[in-house]
């Protein structure tokens, strides 16, 4: 089964930036569709992004978050610029296969941003 771990997480002031990593053990990396998600104190979880095939964005990350992978490296990273406080959040990295039953969750990195 494969695992993920996010890192990058921190406190950051308003207009910062951060990039967030999540590494993924296994050999079939390139085959998952690979998403961020992130979950507010009191909030649900949220979809902020995700890559497969294509590149999809949530509209509150559109145009300040960045989704990439290396899949040499089996690594997703989310490049996050002009932060807002409502930003601050728990960011989870998320890996899905269908096909094969895969819908892995990592165990989420603490993002803050100050005022």
């Known amino acids: 089964q494969v695992q993920l771990v996010e890192s990058g997480g921190g406190l950051v002031q308003a207009g910062g930036s951060l990039r967030l990593s999540c590494a993924a053990s296994?050999?079939?990396?390139?085959?998952?569709?690979m998403h961020w998600f992130r979950q507010a104190p009191g909030k649900e979880r949220e979809f902020v992004a995700g890559i497969g095939g294509s590149i999809t964005y949530a509209d509150s990350a559109k145009g300040r978050f960045t989704i990439s992978r290396d899949n040499a490296k089996n690594t997703v990273y989310l490049q996050m610029n002009s932060l807002k406080p409502e930003d601050t959040a728990v960011y989870y990295c998320?890996?899905?296969?269908?096909?094969?039953?895969?819908?892995?969750w990592g165990q989420g990195t603490q993002v803050t941003v100050s005022t």
């Open positions: 998320n890996a899905q296969n269908l096909r094969v039953s895969i819908n892995v």
């Open positions: 296994g050999r079939t990396f390139s085959t998952y569709v």
